[in-house]
Nanobody, 120 residues
Framework: QVQLVESGGGLVQAGGSLRLSCAAS????????MGWFRQAPGKERDFVAV????????YYADSVKGRFTISRDNAKNTVYLQMNSLKPEDTAVYYC?????????????WGQGTLVTVSS
């Protein structure tokens, strides 16, 4: 079993930046890909970005492409989400999860997430 802890959220003005972290523990050798998802108030949880751990290949939702960058540090079992040029519509609770690469679907139960609030 893998445990995931998200951190790094906060309040930022539009146009600003934040970096989220997702630290994994437990059976980290079972992690093939990790991703970020987000859920805005009153909306469904959506995919944001995914990274394949062994080669760093990435894939992004169109809404964040060019603004967000997902990266990983395999030695630390940590995945990051660098968010630049933030917009108010990026406001959401952000979650990380193991991801099934071919379907970009989350594999594990959701954690508490980390709240990102972008003010206009």
């Amino acid at each position: 079993q893998v445990q995931l802890v998200e951190s790094g959220g906060g309040l930022v003005q539009a146009g600003g930046s934040l970096r989220l972290s997702c630290a994994a523990s437990g059976r980290t050798d079972s992690i093939y890909a990790m991703g970020w998802f987000r859920q805005a108030p009153g909306k469904e949880r959506d995919f944001v970005a995914v990274i394949r751990m062994h080669d760093g290949r990435t894939y992004y939702a169109d809404s964040v492409k060019g603004r967000f960058t997902i990266s990983r540090d395999n030695a630390k079992n940590t995945v990051y989400l660098q968010m630049n040029s933030l917009k108010p519509e990026d406001t959401a609770v952000y979650y990380c999860n193991r991801v099934e690469w071919s379907t970009i679907s989350a594999l594990d139960a959701w954690g508490q997430g980390t709240l990102v609030t972008v003010s206009s």
